[in-house]
């Protein structure tokens, strides 16, 4: 009863972007990976993410980061990607107090399939985003119709867990 209540996030991931849909809305989004800080009185401050971060680019003391870009893996720089997944979760999903469910779905680096450190890390980092609940899909694009229900196809994908 609760599920279909509680925000869904579908989060497709590559290191130059961040793409999904969020449910119950029906919204899309596409976002550079990207994070802007301000370091002020030597104090590194997030400032913003996504297309915002890449407007601020240039800009006296704003440093502009990708957390995911990496040649072998996903996950670059744990902290920044946290972060930078933490602002667009909020900025995607909108104030609320009911914390989104989320579907990660990376789509790049996968060959050999994912240790289990990148398990881990990339579950670790959706918690971190705020996440209430975490599925880490590999495989096929997941339909609309899947994501409302919860339901993972047994054909052309697999649900991993860290």
């Not at 890449?54 to 744990?78: C, T, W």
């Not at 979760?89 to 050999?112: C, D, N, S």
Request: proline residues 6%; contains cysteine; aromatic residues 6%.
């Amino acid at each position: 009863m609760f599920k279909n209540l509680t925000p869904l996030l579908y989060l497709k991931l590559r290191s130059q972007s961040i793409s999904g849909l969020h449910l119950p809305s029906g919204m899309t989004f596409d976002e550079p990976p990207a994070l802007a800080l301000r370091t002020l009185k030597g104090k590194r401050e997030a400032i913003a993410a996504g297309h915002a971060a890449m407007k601020l680019q240039g800009q006296a003391q704003v440093e502009v980061l990708n957390g995911f870009d990496h040649p072998r893996s996903l996950l670059a720089d744990f902290a920044v990607a946290e972060k930078t997944l933490q602002l667009l979760v909020r900025q995607i999903a909108g104030k609320t107090f009911l914390k989104p469910e989320v579907v990660l779905h990376p789509l790049e680096h996968l060959e050999g399939g994912l240790t289990q450190m990148e398990l881990r890390g990339l579950y670790e980092l959706c918690r971190g985003a705020g996440a209430k609940k975490i599925h880490l899909w590999i495989g096929r694009e997941l339909t609309v119709e899947e994501l409302r229900s919860r339901q993972f196809p047994s054909e052309g994908g697999s649900l991993l867990m860290p």
